[in-house]
């Protein structure tokens, strides 16, 4: 939150009246979601850090999973929303989704050799999560 301050100066003839204030002017909240996926099919270890900028701290977390936290850890796939509100009743919201790793599917194709030739193996790669 800024601080500005206000001077007024009303003057009728001779007589000047001056007054000042200090005004609060309200900053927008502005948030950045870092997310981690998952590593493997089945896992649960996705991560998700929200980081605040502007309004005026310290901020208040409420994640969709229930998290009051920064971080949130241990994430499954699906979406997650964080509403971050600070002391002047501000508030930000956001979200971020975690996707679903498909189990590793490994595909061989053999072709035999003929004639004494030697024969050949292909190898195909489905799911996961490359590089491989």
């Known amino acids: 939150m800024n601080l500005i301050h206000l001077y007024v100066r009303i003057s009728i003839g001779f007589v000047a009246l001056l007054m000042s204030a200090q005004v609060a002017i309200a900053q927008n909240i502005i948030l950045d979601i870092t997310k981690l996926e998952i590593s493997c099919a089945g896992m649960e ?3 998700a850090i929200v980081v605040a900028e502007g309004g005026q701290g310290p ?3 409420l994640w969709s999973n229930g998290s009051t936290e920064q971080v949130i850890n241990d994430l499954a796939p699906g979406t ?3 509403t971050v509100t600070d002391p002047a009743g501000n508030t930000a919201i956001d979200a971020t989704g975690l ?3 498909q189990p590793l599917n490994l595909s061989l194709d053999k072709m035999d050799g003929l004639c004494g030739d030697l024969g050949k193996v292909s190898a195909s790669i489905n ?3 490359g590089p491989f």
Do not use: I, S
């Open 80 to 82: 997650y929303q964080v």
């Open 45 to 47: 270890d996705g991560r």
């Open 127 to 129: 799911g996961g999560v």
């Open 99 to 101: 996707l679903e790793v």
């Open 59 to 61: 901020y208040k977390y």
